[in-house]
């Protein structure tokens, strides 16, 4: 099985900003786990916010925070 991740997906989820609650302001990536953990019990939101905060939970389960800290780092999200 071949996977082609979406780049600008991939992109915009390590500069997407968790948009309220106790956490408002803070990238996804900068959550903690037992916040992701709590979500996907209670259920994930709607959209795309529900979507990127499963799959950060699938990037944390797996030790995989590196890569989207990288693209961080190299891909600084531009000031428009």
Do not use: C
Not at 11 to 31: N, Q, S
Request: hydrophobic residues 35%; proline residues 9%.
């Amino acid at each position: 099985m071949e996977i082609h991740p979406d780049s600008k997906q991939l992109l915009e989820l390590a500069h997407y900003k968790m948009p309220f609650g106790k956490f408002k302001g803070r990238y996804l990536v900068d959550l903690p786990l037992p916040y992701l953990v709590w979500f996907r019990q209670k259920g994930f939101p709607e959209g795309k916010l529900g979507n990127y905060l499963n799959i950060m939970l699938t990037i944390k389960d797996n030790n995989l925070e590196p890569i989207i800290r990288k693209l961080q780092k190299d891909f600084p999200r531009q000031s428009t």
